[in-house]
């Protein structure tokens, strides 16, 4: 699979990275998270080059995970706004951050992450079964969708024997 093509091909994983794998672009979603809006902000916060922070907050545009809307204060000013489909990214920046103060910082972390109600530290991101089991490596398997090619079926059948 070529860069070129990324989204001519069904697989999810690709087309993710294709929008969140750059650098910079998960310290872009991040601030939003936290409520950054302008584009200003953005660039004191991160101490990101205009020119790159130009072109990842375009690409979260384009993808969908941000909008650009007037400011409600000013209209002459423009905020960049979590979509719904950027919000539903929460989930893998927690997993993200969790996974890396355990296995990146020594268990480390400059913020963690608590319910505003009770202050208790929420739980460590996993992959729960349908009826709410944790599961494991080992109890998953890649299996081709419907919409897989039949390469990527043989690939996945033979990774599922294994």
């Not at 608590?114 to 530290?121: A, F, L, P, Q, T």
Request: aromatic share 6%; with cysteine.
């Amino acid at each position: 699979m070529t860069r070129t093509n990324v989204f001519q091909s069904n697989c999810p994983m690709a087309r993710v990275t294709e929008i969140i794998g750059e650098g910079w672009t998960l310290m872009v979603l991040r601030e939003a998270f936290l409520g950054t809006r302008h584009f200003n902000e953005f660039e004191r916060e991160l101490g990101i080059a205009r020119n790159i922070l130009a072109d990842r907050l375009k690409k979260l545009v384009e993808a969908g995970l941000m909008e650009r809307a007037a400011s409600t204060t000013d209209r002459r000013v423009v905020e960049y706004r979590l979509t719904w489909s950027g919000q539903a990214l929460f989930p893998v920046l927690i997993g993200l951050t969790q996974w890396a103060s355990e296995h990146l910082c020594d268990g480390q972390a400059s913020m963690r992450f608590v319910e505003k109600e009770s202050g208790r530290e929420v739980a460590p991101v996993g992959v729960l079964s349908a009826d709410g089991r944790p599961l494991k490596l080992a109890d998953i398997a890649m299996v081709a969708g419907p919409d897989a090619d039949p390469s990527l079926g043989a690939r996945l059948a033979k990774a599922a024997e294994r």
